[in-house]
């Protein structure tokens, strides 16, 4: 179930999160700790209106009352496209927000309760369930799987310079595995592992020329989302 994909997603990042404190929050990963903490909190909120009783707004069932769903998520991946400047904002609100919290433990702990708030949320809805995310309709099911590969990524940029950190999980690994499979329309040519694909086609590792050579005409389209 898509909702089992999204709890081991959160509780492996989850367990990367928990043990550490302020200084640690400053170690350096793909980006700082604490910005990671603040962009995954904002990554889980629109999965709590999954919950009967939310007020209707983005991520809530009311607010897609009317709208029409998309098929799949592969429809949300062949119309995806780069945005540099929400990308640019997110980052800049990714920085103010997480300098908001005097100690890295209070975002901690409040990314900790959302996440398991989150998850339970998704437990409870039906996957079939039409709800609206910025541009788009979507099911539960697929808001699910979206959200739990958006972790999975930012669990692999954390745990870059934590290296007695736990790794993603590996349902988490299957759904980006999916998802970039689906960005490139194609299985990837390639013998890599679900984290080397994930950091690959992301954009932290560059490829090779001999990836490039399997690749053909698609290694111009890598990173495939960043």
Known sequence: MNAD?????????????RPLGDEESWRPTGCAVGRQAAHRLCGARPGLP???????????????????ARPGRRDLLRDWAPDP??????????????GMFLD????????????????????????????????HVLTA???????AV??????????TDLPEAVGPSP?????????LDGLLGRPVP??????????????????TDRERLVLGADADRFPLFN
């Open 5 to 17: 994909v999204l709890r081991a997603a959160y509780e492996a990042f989850a367990g990367v999160v």
């Open 50 to 68: 999954l919950c009967r009783g939310r007020p209707a707004g983005p991520g809530s069932p009311a607010h897609a009352r009317g709208r029409t």
């Open 85 to 98: 400047a929400g990308a640019a904002n997110g980052r800049r609100w990714n920085r103010v927000s997480a």
């Open 104 to 135: 890295f433990r209070q975002l901690r702990d409040l990314y900790l309760e959302t996440t398991a708030a989150t998850v339970n949320a998704a437990a409870d809805a039906r996957p079939d369930l039409r709800v609206a995310t910025p541009g």
């Open 141 to 147: 099911g697929d808001l699910m799987l979206t959200l």
């Open 150 to 159: 958006e972790a999975t990524v930012h669990h692999l940029a954390l745990s």
């Open 171 to 179: 349902a988490g690994l299957a759904a980006v595995r999916a998802t």
């Open 190 to 207: 390639l013998d890599w592992s679900d984290e080397h694909y994930a950091r690959a086609a992301t954009g932290p590792t560059p490829l």
